[in-house]
């Protein structure tokens, strides 16, 4: 038997931002994350409109395309990174097409904690959210004392 650390509901009821300038990549990703029981989903696909979309609903985790017209997700990537105080800890999920060894070394270099090929597994891309927002719940829980 394993010990939960995180309540499901509390990883559930955290805030999402997904960002892709494909109406129908934000629909499945809605659809995925509302079958898995998350609430909270916010998403764009202008992403000139993803900065201030960042910083208003301070989100807990970043579903971020890398290429869109316009502005990045690199773009992105640096901006939210100068947004973010040094000590915090809001993950970034890349899903992108461009599977090149550069743009998932230049995306994790720029702040992505993870990092998922399009097309991408629904339940693959639902577990990797999950443990990502489990580590910001903990890192909060020890920032807290």
Same mark, same amino acid.
């Given at each position: 038997? /394993? ?34 029981? %998350? ?5 764009? /696909? ?52 461009? /599977? /090149? ?37 903990? %890192? ?6």
């Amino acid at each position: 038997m /394993t010990m939960q650390l995180v309540a499901p509901a509390e990883i559930t009821s955290c805030r999402i931002l997904a960002i892709d300038d494909e109406e129908a990549n934000v629909l499945l990703l809605r659809s995925v994350l509302e079958r898995e029981g %998350y609430t909270d989903i916010h998403c764009l /696909t202008d992403p000139k409109k993803a900065m201030r979309a960042y910083i208003e609903l301070q989100p807990d985790i970043v579903l971020l395309d890398l290429m869109m017209p316009e502005i990045d997700g690199f773009e992105l990537l640096e901006a939210f990174s100068r947004h973010d105080r040094a000590e915090e800890f809001r993950p970034i999920l890349v899903l992108t097409a461009d /599977t /090149t060894l550069q743009a998932r070394r230049r995306a994790l270099s720029l702040g992505a904690k993870d990092f998922v090929a399009k097309p991408f597994d629904v339940i693959e891309v639902g577990l990797r959210i999950a443990n990502l927002l489990e580590t910001r719940i903990l %890192y909060r829980h020890l920032r807290a004392g």
